[in-house]
């Protein structure tokens, strides 16, 4: 469904990614991971439309997207929830779902998604019309997916949602990306928390420094003699 | 001694309003776009003359021929965008406010120039049959055409405030101003969020300034006093607040029109950025502004 074939990216003279390919197929949880500054971050957003390669392509259904502007890919399909969540502080919780809906064909499902974060996320029901700077950590990053999910999307990317949660949040979110994914969402998970990502998972990739070194199931990875003294140890 | 001081703030709390409307406009333009246009002086200069030309060449009554002015405005505002203002979209925000900072100040120069052409350097105002009538009220006057236009900036405001708060296009806009990566991913298209801000930015300009052209009166170098002016009225506001910019816009009206009363029109500048300097270093958020986070 969707394929990044053999991408070169990077930041004005700083390159990031060489030759770096994956693919998700319809239904998959599949996790990214890899130690800090390997490339994460970057492979998402090359996949989002927000960085544009300068090698390579990506690929969904057989559609290259990378003439397409960012806020197209979304409406193609695609949700990408960033590191932090990044949630408009300003807003209210249910200004930033709307949002989440802002594209035309998700405005008129936007009932039916709603009803669907809320049973996902209680939380945000209760706190809808609460300023969204005024939420802790994890409440910011169910609404990040929360928002994510308004656009109806094929694929959810999926930045450290993690980061900087608390154990049992992490535990909680966790679980709630397992049964997005269950709910037909196929999802692209980029973590640092490699034992958590890899138990979660079906299936994942290892990048370092820019490129992919790894392949496989996540119970193979977790066994994985060099995953396992670099990240597990 | 009490009813000059009452007259004094009667007329500074009028021009105020137009302060504020003006100010919206540069705040609106610098919170979604990180373009720091100082030639908005110059595009109010230019709605000023509009509404004078409309005036004196084809008869159109000044408030009648406001939402003119504003058209003419915004078909302006595209081509600015367009031709000076889109190229800089790509940069970081540093080199956004840097190079906008340039364009703006050369545009401004050029506006400058044109309109001594075409209007010469002469003080202009638009003089209808209403013009002198005035409102007494406990002894204060109020000119009517200053109210007039004191209560158009207002209603104008408040429109943009619902439209901000409560239409999706609205929401698109406070969402880009917050974070413009976030919203390209809520499939916002930002680049025509910024085309949309500029020329609404451009518009309130030329309404500000057409109805300066009413009250009070117009010259083709009034431009850098209006940009000093919006920009010390937008921080005063505090960015991201409509209505904290008209406010804001009062308060500098009254400031600038006692102190000019009590200490002479000299002090009027020197009010003004002392009361910008004191808001930088004691509530650099602005009066209504909102911290981050």
């Known amino acids: 469904m969707l394929e990044v074939e053999r991408i070169d990216a990077g930041y004005k003279d700083l390159q990031a990614l060489w030759g770096v390919s994956l693919r998700v197929e ?31 392509n990506v690929l969904l259904d057989g559609h290259s997207l990378l003439k397409e502007p960012p806020h197209r890919i979304v409406e193609m399909g695609i949700s990408q929830v960033l590191e932090g969540g990044r949630v408009f502080t300003g807003l209210t919780v249910m200004e930033n779902l709307e949002l989440g809906a802002f594209g035309m064909k998700a405005r008129k499902t936007k009932d039916r998604n709603l009803k669907r974060v809320f049973g996902l ?48 949040l992490v535990e909680q ?40 070194v790894g ?16 990240y597990l140890a | 001694m009490l009813a000059p001081i009452a ?19 540069l705040s609106l333009v610098f919170g979604v776009t990180r373009f720091l246009n100082v030639s908005h002086g110059e595009l109010l200069m230019l709605g000023g003359y509009a509404g004078f030309w409309l005036y004196t060449l084809y008869h159109v009554d000044p408030f009648v021929g406001l939402p003119i002015v504003v058209l003419l405005m915004v078909v302006l505002g595209v081509i600015l965008y367009k031709l000076l203002f889109a190229g800089m979209v ?10 906008t900072l340039l364009v703006g100040f050369g545009l401004g120069l050029v506006l400058q120039n044109v309109a001594l052409r075409l209007w010469t350097a002469d003080d202009r105002g638009i003089t209808t049959t209403y013009s002198s009538r005035v409102i007494s009220l406990a002894g204060v006057r109020f000119p009517l055409v200053r109210v007039a236009s004191f209560l158009i900036a207002l209603i104008v405001l408040f429109a943009l405030h619902q439209f901000l708060q409560r239409t999706y296009t609205g929401k698109a806009i406070r969402a880009t101003v917050q974070d413009w990566e976030a919203a390209t991913l809520m499939a916002i298209d930002v680049q025509k969020v910024y085309l949309l801000t500029f020329v609404l930015g451009t518009a309130l300009a030329g309404m500000a300034g057409a109805l300066v052209s009413v009250g009070y009166s117009i010259q083709p170098n009034m431009g850098l006093e209006w940009t000093l002016i919006t920009l010390i009225v937008m921080v005063l506001g505090g960015l991201g607040s409509i209505m904290g910019t008209f406010v804001a816009g009062v308060v500098l009206g009254v400031a600038q029109s006692l102190t000019s009363f009590w200490l002479g029109g000299a002090f009027r500048e020197i009010v003004a950025l002392t009361l910008f300097l004191l808001v930088l270093i004691l509530r650099p958020q602005g009066l209504f502004g909102v911290k981050e986070g």
Request: glycine share 12%; net charge positive; proline share 4%.
């Open chain 1, 26 to 56: 319809e239904g998959e949880l599949v996790a990214l991971v890899g130690p800090n500054g390997a490339g994460k971050t970057t492979t998402l957003k090359v996949i989002s439309g927000l960085v544009k390669p300068t090698a390579g």
């Open chain 1, 121 to 168: 996320f209680p939380r945000l029901e209760e706190r809808k019309r609460q300023r969204a700077g005024t939420l802790s950590g994890g409440e910011r990053q169910m609404l990040a997916i929360g928002r994510a999910l308004m656009s109806n999307p094929r694929i959810l990317l999926l930045d450290e949602p993690s980061f900087g949660l608390a154990p049992l």
């Open chain 1, 173 to 212: 979110i966790f679980r709630m990306i397992t049964e997005i994914n269950k709910q037909g969402v196929t999802v692209l998970l980029v973590e640092q928390n490699v034992r958590a990502a890899l138990e979660l998972t079906q299936r994942a990739y290892v990048i370092e420094n820019g490129r992919i």
């Open chain 1, 215 to 230: 392949e496989g199931s996540g119970e193979a990875l977790l066994s994985f003699e060099s995953v396992r003294r670099a």
């Open chain 2, 7 to 25: 007259q004094n703030l009667a007329f500074g709390i009028l021009v105020g309003g137009l302060y504020g409307i003006a100010a919206v406009g």
């Open chain 2, 90 to 99: 790509k940069y970081p925000e540093e080199t956004k406010v840097k190079n």
